[in-house]
């Protein structure tokens, strides 16, 4: 399991592993002979390496499984057509194709029964990582169904679109790194500063939600390309949330369970990132960016930022039925960590999502970096404040 180990998580099923321990198992095993893996037990391997990953990919989708991870080792990788193999996945979901030192990493996302052939992908000629999309087949959702944008949304996107400055094409620059990319007749072109691998400037064409796309656009400028694939549509989805309502999903809000109105954006930045990928000598794949706060917050002295923060809260407050003061300031710890008091008539009508609805209201009307936490209330007794516990 090396090749493994180099390439992803322990949660990656090295497929030459499984191949050789279902081979075994059909002379070891009286019954359950198949792969290790629960989630392949109606995969029947082939002598065919593509066949044999094709079953494999429909077995996990038959089995409830909503995205596959397969490290393709060395000696099957070598008898394989990468552009191929990324197509085949690309029908089961959002497929992504990684380039190894020894081997390929095929990651499938949103997976489900696979689309019929021809559907829209974006495929690039053997780029370390390569990206490719399928478009959901009818059996699983309708066109109507992928147009259709959540009412949460609506408002922001309108917004949006009545002034799209970023609908065009950038302008190459000798010093930059200049990427384009097209999945279907949508296109999304970036300047990026090699030396940074931060997006200058962004730009999009013939988008069926220009409003999103401009709004995209905006939002990957002055941040590192591998940060604006790994989270541009999450922070697209908060950009366009109206402030008033919950998100559309319940739990973790991933790439995965947004709305279908941001499948487009993200295949079409994550194959600008594969493109960046050949086209320099930029390899990382851990992202450590950190927007910070603001220009504006930053710019605000100790009790401008005060007097704001009380305005905004005391608004909040009041839209939840209680008084002013009743979410009280204590501190800002950090620069960006807001320290609060909640009146305890409030906190009990309201319950403890208050503390996460009030934290948003915040970043909307005031800056998204900011965070807030609860005072810590210390126990009253003195004694058993005081007592070791051993």
Request: charged share 25%; net charge negative.
């Amino acid at each position: 399991m090396t090749h493994q180990a180099q390439l992803a998580p322990a949660e990656v099923l090295d497929y030459e592993t499984l191949f050789a321990e279902y081979q075994t198992g059909l002379v070891d095993r009286l019954r359950g002979f198949g792969a290790g893996a629960q989630c392949l037990s109606l995969w029947v391997p082939d002598e065919d390496p593509a066949t044999s990953l094709r079953n494999l990919w429909d077995a996990a989708a038959a089995a409830g499984e909503r995205e596959i991870t397969v490290y393709v080792g060395p000696t099957t990788a070598a008898v394989l057509d990468s552009d191929e193999v990324l197509a085949t996945a690309a029908r089961f979901g959002v497929a992504t194709l990684t380039f190894g030192r020894t081997g390929w990493l095929v990651e499938v996302q949103e997976l489900r029964a696979a689309a019929p052939m021809g559907e829209r992908r974006a495929v690039l000629s053997r780029p370390q990582v390569a990206v490719a999309e399928a478009t959901p087949s009818p059996a699983t959702e309708t066109a109507a169904e992928t147009a259709a944008i959540p009412p949460i949304y609506v408002a922001a996107i309108a917004r949006a679109a009545e002034h799209l400055r970023h609908e065009g094409e950038v302008q190459p620059s000798t010093e930059r790194v200049h990427v384009h990319v097209q999945i279907e007749n949508t296109t999304l072109s970036l300047v990026v500063d090699p030396s940074t691998h931060v997006i200058d400037r962004a730009a999009f064409a013939n988008a069926p939600h220009p409003g999103v796309m401009e709004t995209f656009c905006a939002l990957l400028e002055s941040v590192p390309i591998l940060d604006a694939a790994d989270h541009g549509a999450l922070r697209l989805e908060l950009a366009l949330r109206d402030e008033r309502s919950h998100r559309t999903v319940a739990g973790i809000v991933t790439v995965q369970s947004l709305a279908p109105c941001f499948r487009l954006p993200t295949a079409l930045v994550r194959a600008a990132l594969a493109e960046y990928r050949t086209r320099t000598d930029f390899s990382e794949c851990v992202s450590t960016h950190d927007p910070g706060p603001g220009a504006s917050w930053r710019a605000m002295a100790a009790p401008e930022r005060a007097a704001k923060i009380r305005t905004a809260l005391d608004g909040f407050a009041k839209k939840r039925g209680g008084t002013p003061g009743a979410i009280e300031l204590i501190a800002v710890e950090i620069d960006i960590r807001l320290v609060l008091r909640i009146d305890d008539a409030l906190l009990s009508r309201c319950g403890a999502r208050i503390v996460l609805d009030v934290e948003q209201a915040l970043r909307h009307t005031i800056d998204p970096r900011l965070e807030v936490v609860l005072e810590e209330i210390r126990d009253r007794n003195r004694k058993r404040r005081l007592a070791v516990v051993e």
